[in-house]
């Protein structure tokens, strides 16, 4: 079982990709926008960090950026509806490790 940090600031996204996760047996906390789940990071590191690209108070490669400052061995999920391959590159460019566009 893995302790997953899901940032995303749709509701309804953010409980059903939390609602899979745990079906699967996972822990998740959920972050509305980056600042929180930055002080969610800094709080308790999670096991993974599944991040939308397109949130309010800090965008996600914002907080991507942040967090491989600090942890650089930290697996990082883009989970977004940005899916050109400019934004691909850029969100492989802050650090994150897979990176899945939204349907």
């Given at each position: 079982?893995?302790?997953?940090?899901?940032?995303?600031?749709?509701?309804?996204?953010?409980?059903?990709?939390?609602?899979?996760?745990?079906?699967?047996?996972?822990?998740?906390?959920?972050?509305?926008?980056g600042e929180a789940a930055l002080e969610a990071f800094r709080a308790r590191r999670?096991?993974?960090?599944?991040?939308?690209?397109?949130?309010?108070?800090?965008?996600?490669?914002?907080?991507?950026?942040?967090?491989?400052?600090?942890?650089?061995?930290?697996?990082?999920?883009?989970?977004?509806?940005?899916?050109?391959?400019?934004?691909?590159l850029a969100g492989f460019g802050v650090g994150a490790d897979?990176?899945?566009?939204?349907?």
């Amino acid at each position: 079982m893995a302790d997953i940090l899901l940032a995303e600031d749709d509701a309804d996204v953010r409980k059903w990709v939390a609602v899979a996760l745990e079906s699967e047996g996972h822990s998740v906390r959920v972050a509305p926008d980056g600042e929180a789940a930055l002080e969610a990071f800094r709080a308790r590191r999670p096991d993974l960090l599944v991040l939308d690209v397109m949130m309010p108070r800090k965008d996600g490669l914002e907080v991507c950026r942040a967090v491989r400052a600090g942890d650089p061995a930290l697996p990082v999920l883009m989970l977004t509806a940005r899916n050109t391959e400019k934004d691909k590159l850029a969100g492989f460019g802050v650090g994150a490790d897979d990176y899945v566009t939204k349907p």
